[in-house]
């Protein structure tokens, strides 16, 4: 089993830059990939950027150049941090953290990121 929990979000204005932080506690040894979604009121889900166990990192084009993903390991917890820099108003969503492991996926319950003025 694994436990994933996000953290960080809140309002930022344009340009501004706000980290999320997503801890996975259980058996994190056998998890392969940890990556970030985000849904926007009236969209689906979709992926952000992910993490091999491996530390290879993935973006989506809308975020790349602009959004650091990281994976460390600390206490028995995998943190995954979200940096995200050069925020736009288009940023806005609820942001998931999701680690897989094997064939199941382990969801956290989300956290807002608003960015307006």
């Known amino acids: 089993q694994v436990q994933v929990v996000e953290s960080g979000g809140g309002l930022v204005q344009p340009g501004g830059s706000l980290r999320l932080s997503c801890a996975a506690s259980?058996?994190?040894?056998?998890?392969?990939?940890t990556d970030w979604y985000r849904q926007a009121p009236g969209k689906q889900r979709e992926l952000v950027a992910g993490i091999t166990s491996g530390g290879i990192p993935k973006y989506a084009d809308s975020v790349k150049g602009r959004f650091t993903i990281s994976r460390v390991i600390v206490n028995n917890t995998a943190l995954v941090p979200l940096q995200m820099n050069s925020l736009k108003p288009e940023d806005t969503a609820v942001y998931y953290c999701?680690?897989?492991?094997?064939?199941?996926?382990?969801w956290g319950q989300g956290t807002q990121v608003t960015v307006s003025s």
């Open positions: 999701k680690a897989t492991r094997g064939f199941v996926d382990y």
């Open positions: 259980g058996s994190i040894y056998t998890i392969s990939d």
